[in-house]
């Protein structure tokens, strides 16, 4: 099962995350999706950490840094629809929720074996506007923020 931890935050509610779901782990996943924001989660070292549409980033990440016990890694904060085959991401940050600047961001997202096995092969990658995301070019261009 790729059930990974029942996180407990104030505010937050009950949160459950699931690690590399594949297979029936990830339509079991998808009864906690909203049909236009998808999932959200992080891609930390290669591994994929998801939950629902809800709560963000900012309110999971204090409680899943007690859980992921690595002391350095780049924290990828995405959210996946798999109806659009599509990869947004909302930060870019380290274990404490500082930015970090990561020139190759698109390379690593498409090396995600977790993230082609869901989204497929093509899937798109986007960007939001924020101080958490560095600029980073997809497919020879900056996306349009948003």
Known sequence: MAHFASLVGRGVGLVEIFLNPHGREWYELQRYADPIDGLR?????????????????????????????????????????RRLARCLVSEVVDRHGQPVDVPSAEAVLRRSKPLTSLLGEGFTIARMASQLVPDFEVDGCLPADG
């Open 41 to 81: 989660g992080y891609l930390i070292d290669g591994d994929l950490y998801l939950w629902g549409s809800l709560p963000l980033h900012r309110d999971v990440h204090p409680l899943l840094r007690e859980v992921i016990h690595l002391p350095e890694g780049t924290w990828f904060g995405i959210q996946v629809n």
